[in-house]
């Protein structure tokens, strides 16, 4: 069951819990705040069309996640684990539909 996201708060909503829809909106009303999703675990989460620009996700756990269409401007990755053997320290600018990753500034590790 998805909980609601108040946009009007400032305080974060639990990614995992409140789903895209609300996430996003809650981004759009907090344009100033950068997300910690740091040691999040987001494995298997639906993240299609998610706003995770400029986002710490340091340490998550993406793997299995849906990213299809995900934003990840300026998004920090370090030691995430993002599926695909693809994972280490560095930004991943734009995230592409179908798991096809465009990498526009990195400095990635394999």
């Known amino acids: 069951m998805k909980t609601k996201a108040n946009p009007e708060s400032n305080v974060q909503p ?6 895209v829809a609300a996430w ?9 705040v950068r997300p910690n999703l740091s040691e999040a675990d987001l494995s298997e989460a639906d993240l299609s069309e998610a706003d995770l620009s400029e986002a710490d996700l340091r340490e998550a756990d993406l793997s299995e996640a849906d990213l299809r269409g995900a934003i990840f401007r300026g998004t920090c990755i ?3 684990d993002i599926g695909d053997g693809l994972s280490g320290p560095g930004h991943i600018l734009y995230c592409l539909t179908n798991r096809q990753w465009e990498i526009i500034k990195s400095d990635l590790a394999k």
């Open 14 to 19: 639990d990614l995992a819990k409140c789903g």
């Open 24 to 32: 996003n909106e809650w981004r759009v009303a907090n344009i100033g």
């Open 78 to 80: 370090d030691g995430a």
